[in-house]
């Protein structure tokens, strides 16, 4: 038993180290498949995420919120019946069709907020799966994306 328990725990890791990448790109693209269906059951999950970000922007700032155009409906909505720290903001709402929906951008006078849930998770994914392969190869450096990212 105990040599069955080992030859396993091999195979195991074995399968583990060389599909490592694939692993990591299929749990990636299976949580952005997970986020895109809660915005589209929880559409509020949208608008709650724009509230989150419109509290932290300070009283009487000047902001532009652009989402997608999926998402604008419901974020409008929002903003009109939101009180609290969105009534206080000068708030302009703009639809970009090349958001992705769940994205949001805030601009205002103190700068820009991108707030885009499936790219920055497609970064991670990204910058895992070159950690995986570096792993893979046996080389120890930390990879990833471009700098900036």
Same mark, same amino acid.
């Given at each position: 038993l105990e040599n069955e328990i080992h030859t396993l725990r091999a195979i195991r890791a074995e399968f583990m180290s060389s599909n490592l990448g694939g692993i990591i790109d299929f749990s990636?693209?299976? %949580?952005g498949k997970i986020l895109v269906c809660e915005l589209n059951s929880r559409p509020e999950a949208i608008a709650e995420r724009a509230a989150h970000l419109l509290e932290r922007m300070p009283p009487d700032s000047k902001i532009t919120l652009i989402t997608s155009s999926d998402d604008i409906d419901v974020i409008e909505t929002y903003l009109q019946d939101a009180g609290g720290p969105a009534e206080t903001l000068?708030?302009?709402?703009? %639809?970009?069709p090349s958001l992705k929906p769940g994205s949001l951008r805030l601009e205002s006078d103190s700068g820009r907020i991108d707030a885009d849930l499936i790219g920055s998770l497609e970064k991670i994914g990204d910058i895992l799966s070159d950690q995986a392969r570096n792993f893979a190869g046996g080389v120890n450096e930390c990879a990833g994306g471009e700098d900036g990212d």
């Amino acid at each position: 038993l105990e040599n069955e328990i080992h030859t396993l725990r091999a195979i195991r890791a074995e399968f583990m180290s060389s599909n490592l990448g694939g692993i990591i790109d299929f749990s990636c693209k299976l %949580a952005g498949k997970i986020l895109v269906c809660e915005l589209n059951s929880r559409p509020e999950a949208i608008a709650e995420r724009a509230a989150h970000l419109l509290e932290r922007m300070p009283p009487d700032s000047k902001i532009t919120l652009i989402t997608s155009s999926d998402d604008i409906d419901v974020i409008e909505t929002y903003l009109q019946d939101a009180g609290g720290p969105a009534e206080t903001l000068n708030t302009a709402l703009r %639809a970009d069709p090349s958001l992705k929906p769940g994205s949001l951008r805030l601009e205002s006078d103190s700068g820009r907020i991108d707030a885009d849930l499936i790219g920055s998770l497609e970064k991670i994914g990204d910058i895992l799966s070159d950690q995986a392969r570096n792993f893979a190869g046996g080389v120890n450096e930390c990879a990833g994306g471009e700098d900036g990212d």
